[in-house]
C-alpha cells in the first residue's frame, strides 16, 4: 500500500468519522465498499476499455456451462431464469451489491445512533 492508497482510505474513513462507528468498523466498512467495487471493475469496463458486455460474458459462461451444467446445477437454474441475459444492464451487480453493501453499514450507524428501525 502506497502513500496515494493511504490518502484514498484516509479520506473514506474521515468521511465516515462521525457515524459513531470504532475505528475497526470504520476501516473495515470502507475496504468492504472498496473490495466490492474492485471485484466487479473488470466486468464494468467498456469494451472500448478491453472489457466484455454482459451479454458477451453471459454468453461466454453458457458456452462452459452447455459442456459441464452437470457439476453447476444452481448456476445453471440461475442462467436459465435470466441471469447474464441479454436484457441485463452490466452495471446490475455492481449496483445491486454496492446497494446492498451501503444497506447494511447504514444499519449498523443507526444502531450506533439509537435510530435503528427508522
Do not use: K
Request: glycine share 12%.
Amino acid at each position: 500500500m502506497g502513500p496515494n492508497q493511504l490518502g484514498w482510505l484516509e479520506c473514506a474513513v474521515a468521511a465516515l468519522a462521525e457515524t459513531g462507528l470504532t475505528g475497526d468498523e470504520l476501516v473495515n466498512a470502507v475496504l468492504v465498499v472498496n473490495g466490492h467495487v474492485r471485484s466487479m471493475a473488470p466486468f464494468s469496463m467498456s469494451p472500448a476499455e478491453g472489457g466484455l458486455t454482459g451479454e458477451q460474458w453471459g454468453s461466454a459462461l453458457l458456452d462452459l456451462l452447455r459442456e459441464h451444467s452437470d457439476r453447476f446445477p444452481a448456476l445453471t437454474t440461475a442462467i436459465a431464469a435470466g441471469a447474464f441475459g441479454p436484457s441485463s444492464d452490466d452495471d446490475d451487480a455492481l449496483e445491486f451489491g454496492l446497494q446492498r453493501v451501503l444497506d447494511g453499514i447504514e444499519v449498523l450507524v443507526n444502531e450506533r445512533a439509537g435510530t435503528a428501525g427508522t
